[in-house]
């Protein structure tokens, strides 16, 4: 797997490149093992705003943002295993699939789970956070949405109308559940299971 790392702008000292490009490159070989990714991938990096983010844009390219300030190593591992879990799960902008509510659910719980895993980040970031009672609340509506592809990415994910990254906590709560109804499990094999077979697994009824 040969990955190319871009730097876009004017965002970083030589020595910061050197250690971005570092991290990114073993991280992202490390993670095509694991999830058996045979696609290279070229890495687009900027330098922008408060948070370190990611967007898989096709199955051989990922953006990622980096925040300007106190730049952790850890958070830019985390970033890159979610979105390389992306493209292991065929889930990205130039994509010729759709995606239902359901797929989305999953596919950004095992992206979250598996970022949080692999980049041994001891405690979820509070917008991973969730309380299982409030996340009921939206079950009825995800029943009737669940294999709707005209859902909202921007209400359900992006928190306009709702709260703040609500998809990616049900996401990761499914995930959760499927792992404490099986110990033995990884997220790396639940990442080639279809969301239908996942939702079996978790055995959570909306
Ligand atoms: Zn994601």
């Known amino acids: 797997m040969k990955n190319k790392v871009i730097f876009i702008g004017s965002g970083f000292t030589k020595k910061e490149q050197k250690t971005v490009k570092n991290i990114i490159q073993k991280t992202a070989k490390d993670v095509a093992q694991l999830l058996d990714i045979k696609s290279d991938v070229t890495f687009t990096v900027y ?25 952790k190593e850890i958070d830019l591992v985390e970033t890159v295993c979610h979105e390389m879990n ?15 509510l359901l797929d989305t659910l999953f596919a950004e719980g095992l992206a979250v789970a598996f970022g949080l895993h692999h980049s041994k980040i001891k405690k979820a970031p509070a917008i991973f956070q969730y309380r299982i009672a409030n ?11 669940l294999h709707s592809y005209s859902f909202s990415y921007d209400e359900w994910f992006h928190g306009v109308g709702r709260p703040m990254c609500l998809g990616y906590k049900i996401g990761r709560y499914l995930v959760d559940q499927i792992i404490k109804n099986n110990p ?3 997220i790396e094999s639940l990442t080639k299971k279809s969301a239908n077979q ?9």
């Open 47 to 71: 330098r922008f705003g408060i948070w370190t983010s990611g967007f898989t844009q096709a199955k051989d390219w990922i953006r990622i943002n980096i925040k300007l300030k106190q730049f």
């Open 86 to 100: 992306h493209i292991a799960r065929e889930y990205f902008g130039f994509s010729n699939k759709q995606y239902d």
């Open 135 to 145: 996340l009921k609340k939206w079950f009825p509506e995800i029943r009737k949405k």
């Open 184 to 186: 033995e499990i990884t």
């Open 198 to 206: 996942l939702l079996k697994l978790s055995k959570v009824k909306f």
